[in-house]
């Protein structure tokens, strides 16, 4: 297909059906931008280990309003400790309060175009599309220009909701190929404090293209934990953008676990605007077949004195393909920054390669930054002694895949969510072996 032409036919009918939305002139914007850019090939640097444009070689059908699914459905997917947690629900791209559930009152939810015309339009307008400042290419355009069925998630001044907030991304693909486009703004408010899980899940066998954006808003004093869990069909891809502004002094904290999916390209971007800010990301990469995950994050250092630390890992088997790419910016006014970034990869077959690029862009003199990347097999003598002391060699590697990925999975906070995700990567090395002593 010609993927503006295509785009272009959905967009006009977009705008008809939804013109009160106010949301209308940011999708127009976008589609031009869109139609000027295109999507993205290998010539784009930042797309340079990932060919995504073969999955635009299909046609899609583009949901406007969320699918019923079966209470069935529903149960196959739901997260551990979901009993004692808000659900927020997107199928096929567009957010259902029908099947959600906000169990905290201090946790306010409502669909995109109501909070555009609301008292929460202000932060709507200011905020919705800043991504586009550091993601200008198509595929970002492509879902803005598109937005329809949104959420907007808002935590007030000083509350903390005593339940985390799980987001489930369900496409379901089992009758037609399915381009689904979630879109979520969420704003933490000074003094508040969230903690948000979210997965992905594809249903049937059609193509299932997620193309997702979440913008997060945190303001003085707030404090956000976020966890992104991927492990979706083989034939799903994915391309998930979450968009990070520290506008006042805070505290985030993200972990991304990539266990499955055809493509799979998370962007990660945190803009630190205001003093003592402080940053944690973590991520996790653990893919087998022919799978390809790439990794993006951009930390940008826009005021003094903050702090942040990058820590990814990656296990690659089969013909599996890892790309990592990091980057740092430090700019002139942001003195006293510590920035600190760190990519480490294990290939556990010959087919298996990783790609990684770790960058630094200083512009002030009194900083510490430093980054690092290893790429390499399971340790020799590590393996050789634990086959010393009676191992099995199956055993001895899968011990020390786990060793390695501890590292990463004793950041996920939530007791429940790290011990579901432990169990999916034993069950994946054939041998479990649970990593939290507390839960044995």
Known sequence: MNSIEYFKEHFDQLQLIDKQSGLESIRQRSFIELAEKGIPTVRNEEWKYTRI??????????????????????????LPGHEEANELFFINGNFSPVYSNIRSADLITMPLEVAAKNEYSEIVKKHLGHSSHYLKDGINALNTAF???????????????????????ITDARSVNILAQPRSLVHISKNAQVQIVETYTTLGTSASFTNQVMEIIVEQDAMVEYYKIQNDASHASQVSTTHIRQVGKSFTHTVTISLNGDIVR????????????EAHLYGLYFQSGKTHVDNHTVVDNKSPHCLSNQLYKGILNDDATGVFNGKIFVRQVAQKTNAYQSNKNILLSEGATVNAKPQLEIFADDVKCSHGCTVGKLDEEGLFYLRSRGVSEKMARAL??????????????PTAIRHYVDQIISQRLEFPIPLDEDLI
Request: glycine share 4%; aromatic share 10%.
């Open 53 to 78: 444009s073969s999955l635009f070689n299909k046609e899609y059908d583009f949901p406007v309003d969320a699918v019923e699914v079966s209470e069935n459905d529903l149960k196959a997917i739901r």
């Open 400 to 413: 020390l895949v786990q060793a390695f990925a501890v590292d990463v999975l004793e950041h996920i906070k």
């Open 266 to 277: 998370n962007n990660l971007n945190v803009i630190m605007e205001a003093d003592h800010c």
């Open 147 to 169: 937005v329809h069925g949104g959420v907007f998630i808002h935590v007030q001044k000083g509350k903390a909701p005593e339940h985390p907030v799980y987001i489930y991304n």
